[in-house]
């Protein structure tokens, strides 16, 4: 399915068709928007290969045909400097892995490669913020499509899509369903936040519809996640008060009702909340629990030494680090064991992993300045609001329960945006 939409994406490039270009590239990048339709985001035609290496394949050469039209000019973008110096980490880190951690260059590059769409703002530039627009809506539109799909066939028990997962409650098995689209959240936010000035009804369906599968799937992470950065939007739009209330009363009745008729999803909740006591004796006894002790086990390994504590353990593969030194993970599709390295619950595992305490810092430096160039345009700019709080809501509380920051795929469309800001900022003092 992923050569399909490789060849769609060539094809779209060749018609000039850039918004279609972009949003099928965050399609195969994500692995389908995370949904993963494929085993665990491997293909196997015409040969094994992970599905994100078909969007970098479109991205280069999509990349390629920017630099073809456009005589490439460095535009003095005020998250330029950070993303270099983060590169720049990346390139020493490398170095280190290469000539004194012995890893193989195979692993490095297959490292390196996670990074690869922060170029994107080396062209955004030439990329108008229409073009911008028409991708969101597709990336929306496809998003509400498989929503659609995962809700009929969690009521009607028909299995078309993904994998269902499956909840223990009290000893009764209860069917999870498949996991919704992470771009469910951004999906939602958007058109909370009324980006592109739709009828108010058609935004409530359409939430409604996004909201669905999230319901359905019991996703504590996601419900909490949407309502978040539905809040952070709300606070900078400055609603009135009577709005604010009258929202936060509806909300209030459908969350009531929502947790009325679904025990199941009232119980994970509430076992959420209860975890902390867990955290604090080491054990494992919930999702919230795992997922922090998976974090803090992996900074107690990188912390013991000087090296792995500033630059984390690098760029080892999972199947040559031969070590079993984590007692949390998930395991591996591939080989069954129990992963070490690799995980999708949460971003900082990978990342302190991967960068160290130094890689973090760095890291954190530009992804604060994009979320600042961003928010700078966000009290005329709706986009830029949305994309703002969207960052700052992965940032703060996804991060805890989605690896997706730790990949540059989630980088492009506020990179793309804040650029095509920028470019129209500097065209008005020209003028």
């Known amino acids: 399915m992923d050569?399909?939409?490789l060849?769609?994406?060539?094809?779209?490039?060749?018609f000039n068709k850039q918004h279609l270009v972009i949003a099928i590239i965050i399609i195969l990048a994500s692995s389908y928007l995370q949904l993963a339709l494929e085993n665990g985001g491997l293909s196997t035609f015409p040969f094994p290969h992970n599905v994100s290496d078909s969007g970098l394949v479109l991205y280069f050469l999509f990349f390629i045909s920017i630099l073809v039209k456009n005589s490439l000019r460095v535009l003095k973008s005020p998250v330029l400097p950070f993303i270099g110096w983060f590169l720049l980490f990346l390139l020493i880190s490398s170095c280190i892995?290469?000539?004194?951690?012995?890893y193989t260059i195979g692993d490095v590059i297959?490292?390196?490669r996670h990074w690869l769409y922060l170029s994107i703002i080396l062209i955004g530039k030439?990329?108008?913020?229409?073009?911008?627009k028409k991708a969101i809506n597709t990336i929306i539109w496809v998003t509400i499509l498989m929503c659609l799909v995962l809700s009929f066939q969690h009521i009607t028990g028909i299995h078309l899509i993904g994998a269902s997962r499956i909840y223990n409650m009290d000893g009764t098995i209860i069917n999870r369903g498949v996991k919704p689209p992470v771009y469910v959240i951004s999906?939602?936010?958007?058109l909370f936040g009324n980006y592109n000035n739709k009828n108010k009804k058609i935004r409530i369906v359409l939430i409604f519809i996004l909201f669905l599968p999230v319901i359905l799937s019991l996703k504590i992470s996601y419900t909490v996640a949407i309502i978040l950065g539905c809040a952070f939007i709300a606070l900078r739009l400055k609603i009135?008060?009577?709005?604010?209330?009258y929202t936060s009363a509806v909300v209030a009745v459908l969350a009531l009702g929502i947790f009325y008729s679904s025990p199941v999803l009232k119980t994970r909740f509430l076992e959420t909340t209860q975890q902390t006591q867990g955290i604090k004796q080491g054990e494992v006894d919930g999702n919230f629990s795992y997922r922090i002790l998976h974090f803090y086990e992996r900074l107690i390994y990188c912390i013991q030494k000087p090296q792995t504590a500033v630059f984390g353990i690098g760029s080892v593969s999972e199947q040559n680090f031969n070590k079993t030194v984590f007692a949390l993970g998930q395991p591996d599709q591939t080989t069954g064991k129990m992963a070490q390295l690799n995980t999708a619950d949460i971003a900082w595992s990978?990342?302190?992993?991967?960068?160290?305490?130094?890689?973090?810092?760095?890291?954190l430096f530009f992804y604060i300045k994009t979320y600042r160039q961003l928010k700078k345009y966000a009290k005329n700019d709706k986009l830029s609001l949305v994309l703002a709080s969207y960052m700052l809501m992965n940032l703060l509380f996804l991060s805890f329960g989605n690896a997706i920051i730790a990949y540059s795929d989630f980088f492009i469309l506020p990179l793309l945006y804040s650029s095509a800001n920028n470019q129209n900022s500097l065209k008005n003092y020209k003028l």
């Open 110 to 112: 297959r490292q390196l």
């Open 126 to 132: 030439y990329i108008g913020k229409d073009t911008i």
């Open 3 to 5: 050569i399909l939409l």
């Open 240 to 245: 009135s008060l009577k709005k604010l209330a």
């Open 7 to 14: 060849l769609i994406g060539i094809g779209c490039l060749f």
């Open 350 to 363: 990978i990342l302190i992993l991967r960068l160290g305490a130094l890689g973090i810092i760095v890291f």
């Open 187 to 190: 999906a939602i936010m958007l």
């Open 97 to 102: 892995d290469i000539f004194i951690n012995h």
